[in-house]
């Protein structure tokens, strides 16, 4: 297994960091860029600013290139287009949501996903002000589905009907507080 460096993003990898969450959007989640759901993903300084929010970046240790993002940042689910009940349960502010938590192919199957996750875990733990960390995640995509039960529990399907087609399922993951 290779030694990945895993940090925050700087500004200079912002770019970089684009690359790889725009040719997941367009390979792995087949929706391409939508403006209305992946306006982070245009502009991810928004990760840098708040100190609430962050930007994860894991850089291949042969040339630094970087091939995997996690992002975290202080808005819960909002409604619509989610359900009313997941806005209420998880409110801004008081929710860190993960998100972008992309790998390039051929980086995957070596624990980056895992170690990134936790890294983000560990940044909601240190802020003090969350009382959940929430995401949500294609089922479609190979993969998804099994590695986000692997760290926390389902609190919602929205699979017509659950457990098959496609959707989107909620999940909450543990603080370790």
Known sequence: MR????????ADDLGSARAVM???????????YVPHWHGDIVDPAAYLEPARHTLL???DPRDTAVVATAALDSRGPAHPPNPAALAE?????????????YVRPEHRRRG????????????AAADGGYR????????A???AEAFWRSLGKVVHDEREPPGGGSGV????????R
């Open 57 to 59: 970046v894991a850089l």
């Open 22 to 32: 725009l040719d997941t959007l367009y390979r792995d989640l087949g929706t391409g």
């Open 89 to 101: 349960r998880y409110p801004s502010g008081e929710t860190a949501q993960l998100r972008r938590v």
């Open 3 to 10: 030694d990945y460096c895993i940090r925050a993003a700087r």
């Open 169 to 176: 399922v909620h999940f909450e993951i543990p603080t370790g």
């Open 112 to 123: 980056l996903a895992r170690r990134l996750v936790g890294e983000l875990l560990a940044f």
């Open 141 to 143: 995509v190979p993969g």
């Open 132 to 139: 959940a960390v929430y995401l949500h995640t294609d089922p």
